[in-house]
């Protein structure tokens, strides 16, 4: 019996030492280009590296990190294509609308495909003749058991352009940006663009605003000293800054006039999007950033357990947003005014809106505060609200031609 244990035991060690040695030689590296920008495209190639099944499966994300509902992003991903890495075309079956599944003898797989973007906002693509705005759950395919391979990528500007790249992902000198694994390449939106780039330092911590906007670059300067301010207001609030991987923190800033208003936290980064200007509207824009950036303590790293791992096939439901939210939402307001940046009376006007929405809504008499946090799938962006390439990928039936083949839109 104790040869047989002893036998046993080889055996997981073996398997264990074989497992570890297939997991260590993958690795996924991206090419994103944006040869047709002007029609709101980027195309992107992922070359996977260490295959170890006949059956490939390639997925596009259906949520987006901080965003609790379903977003069905594959919608936007069309001329999808596989190869192995001599070229030879690899057949593709579609077990699910989010997924592709690619036969193969192992190795290399390299797909390549078309996503389109045009809405600027905290959860899908915008790309066009200024910019390339992107969040990776909705820009890149990921494989099953490619979750922990290290991941490199690198982003082609086009040669007219005079963009420049701001990300989370962790650069290198030849050109390339990697992470980890998969969660943190989903978690680390990036911004291209021709955008202003003021700096500062806290502590060891860098702090950049990549700000994409109409203004004057002495307008982006007097905008990174006010959110210079709500970053060291905010400090106090927890005795210290959270150590950021890498030593910086990130503001990616859209305020354009095409842009959708929203906010999206980020490990170390947050998105913000909106059609103001800082010309007339400085004062009521920091509101999202004082916002977000306490979301880099409470949410990012004061994390409820349900939310980690985060599942980017399914919606993320939490019983404890009430918490995550709700005292960002408190803190958010208080630190403008602790900073000088809101008045008193602004204070109490916020303070009391909030309070009232509360208290007057039905919904309170329905759900307690761990319910409604169990909402949020359904109502935190809860439709696929962005345009989508639809109208040129797809086929509609006309309301006169019920009886007729399908009509080109």
Not at 18 to 27: I, R, V
Not at 110 to 128: C, H, L, P, Q, S
Not at 140 to 159: D, K, Q, S, Y
Not at 274 to 280: E, K, S, V
Request: aromatic content about 12%; glycine content about 6%; proline content about 5%.
């Amino acid at each position: 019996m104790l040869c047989t244990v002893r036998w046993f035991a080889s055996v997981l060690l073996v398997f264990a030492v074989f497992c570890a040695g297939a997991s260590a030689q993958q690795s996924v590296h991206y090419e994103v280009s944006f040869p047709n920008a002007v029609h709101h495209e980027a195309q992107v190639q992922a070359t996977f590296t260490g295959v170890h099944t006949p059956v490939f499966e390639v997925v596009m994300s259906r949520s987006s990190p901080g965003r609790y509902a379903l977003h069905e992003f594959a919608k936007n991903v069309y001329n999808f294509h596989a190869t192995d890495d001599h070229g030879n075309a690899l057949g593709i079956v579609r077990p699910n609308p989010s997924a592709w599944n690619v036969a193969t003898r192992g190795g290399t797989v390299v797909i390549d495909y078309t996503v389109f973007g045009d809405r600027a906002d905290g959860t899908y693509d915008a790309i066009d003749e200024t910019h390339a705005h992107l969040n990776m759950p909705a820009t890149l395919a990921w494989a099953h058991g490619f979750e922990n391979a290290p991941i490199t990528l690198r982003f082609h500007i086009p040669a007219e352009a005079d963009w420049k790249i701001a990300t989370q992902l962790l650069p290198h000198e030849d050109g390339t940006w990697s992470a980890p694994n998969l969660e943190w390449l989903m978690d680390s939106p990036v911004e291209i663009s021709n955008h202003a780039f003021p700096e500062w330092k806290v502590e060891n911590e860098q702090f950049r605003l990549s700000l994409h906007h109409h203004g004057t670059d002495a307008e982006a300067v007097a905008y990174a000293r006010m959110c210079e301010a709500v970053v060291l207001e905010e400090e106090g609030v927890f005795g210290a800054l959270p150590r950021y991987d890498g030593g910086t923190y990130t503001f990616l800033i859209d305020y354009l006039p095409y842009a959708s208003g929203d906010g999206m936290e980020h490990r170390d980064s947050t998105v913000i999007t909106g059609t103001g200007n800082l010309t007339d509207s400085a004062s009521r824009l920091i509101g999202t950033v004082s916002h977000e950036f306490f979301h880099s303590w409470n949410v990012k790293r004061i994390r409820p357990k349900s939310l980690e791992p985060f599942d980017f096939e399914h919606a993320d439901m939490s019983g404890e947003l009430w918490f995550a939210e709700g005292f960002t939402n408190y803190y958010g307001i208080l630190v403008l005014k602790r900073t000088g940046l809101s008045s008193l009376d602004q204070f109490a006007r916020s303070m009391g809106m909030a309070v009232n929405n509360i208290l007057s809504a039905p919904g309170r008499e329905v759900f307690d505060v761990i319910d409604m946090s169990r909402m949020a799938p359904f109502v935190d962006a809860a439709t696929s609200i962005d345009p989508n390439n639809m109208g040129i990928t797809s086929f509609r039936i006309t309301p006169t031609a019920r009886h007729l083949p399908l009509e080109l839109t």
